[in-house]
């Protein structure tokens, strides 16, 4: 069967061995069975499954009936097992039910929210994963670095999180019209708090105004003034100049203020 690749489903088939290679030994020394979403042509499968027991997820009918056939042996002796149909149909609090590896090359565009499930995921210990480079950078960039983002604060407060290389277009058929980059998060703790992630989109919204002016858009002004002053924080700080833990330690004393403050009006009635 003739495969042409779908661009609805954010198909560039990575052709490049060196690349392959470069992934599979920047893969984290673990014993842990590995997730790959969008296998494929399976040319990263193929090399995952000879280190590893895969779980790959695959939206594509065509391709999956292709992989069944490439990968019959592998399925029937346990070492593949492939799951065809959209990965975040499946995405509960847990993608699968034992401690994984994410690995994959993935389709750029549902990257950034399949990175962000598997931050909150607790079964997901490591991520490996090729993407935009500039969602890379984004994930992986340091306070005070133009590309900070609340996207580097959510891969920092979970793990920590670097860009391995980049990855030019003529390694992938066909060739995206972006760079693309591996990057690597190893996991401590996972993303809990939906409130923190709220709290972060508004501290990044308008990333060239100041952090301050941007909460203040979600939060009342006088009680951000007080706990910038209480923070010995300047009010003048752009969202990308504070570091994680500032954010850590903004978020509690807002939320304990603000949950305070509704708990003592539940009790008293006063809404003063
Ligand atoms: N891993 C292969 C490689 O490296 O050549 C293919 C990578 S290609 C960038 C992305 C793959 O993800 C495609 O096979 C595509 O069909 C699949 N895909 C896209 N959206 C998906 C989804 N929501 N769930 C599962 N697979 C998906």
């Not at 931050?119 to 306070?143: H, R, T, W, Y």
Request: with cysteine; hydrophobic share 40%; charged share 30%.
């Amino acid at each position: 069967m003739k495969i042409e690749a779908k661009k609805k489903f954010g198909q560039n088939f990575l052709k490049d061995s060196a690349v392959l290679e470069r992934i599979i030994q920047s893969m984290p020394k673990s014993d842990r069975i590995v997730v790959e979403i969008g296998p494929g042509l399976g040319d990263l499968t193929q090399k995952l499954i000879e280190h590893k027991d895969v779980i790959a997820f695959e939206i594509d009918r065509d391709l999956c009936h292709l992989l069944r056939q490439k990968f019959h042996k592998q399925i029937q002796e346990g070492r593949l097992k492939l799951v065809c149909s959209d990965v975040l149909d499946h995405w509960q609090e847990s993608l699968v039910d034992q401690e994984y590896d994410l690995i994959a090359n993935l389709p750029y565009y549902v990257a950034t929210n399949i990175v962000l499930k598997a931050l909150g995921d607790p079964k997901c210990k490591n991520i490996l994963v090729m993407l935009q480079k500039e969602v890379a950078d984004k994930f992986s960039a340091q306070p005070k670095e133009r590309e900070f983002s609340s996207l580097s604060v959510l891969a920092q407060s979970v793990g920590d999180a670097k860009r391995l290389f980049v990855v030019k277009p003529d390694s992938f058929q066909p060739a995206p019209k972006v760079d693309s980059a591996v990057l690597l998060i190893q996991k401590r703790s996972n993303l809990e708090d939906e409130g923190f992630m709220r709290f972060l989109k508004s501290a990044f919204k308008q990333p060239r105004k100041t952090l301050l002016k941007n909460l203040a858009q979600e939060y009342p002004k006088e009680l951000l003034d007080r706990i910038f002053g209480q923070l010995g924080l300047e009010t003048t700080i752009r969202p990308h100049e504070a570091t994680t833990s500032i954010y850590h330690r903004l978020y509690e004393t807002l939320k304990e203020t603000i949950d305070g403050k509704a708990e003592r009006t539940a009790t008293t009635g006063n809404t003063e």
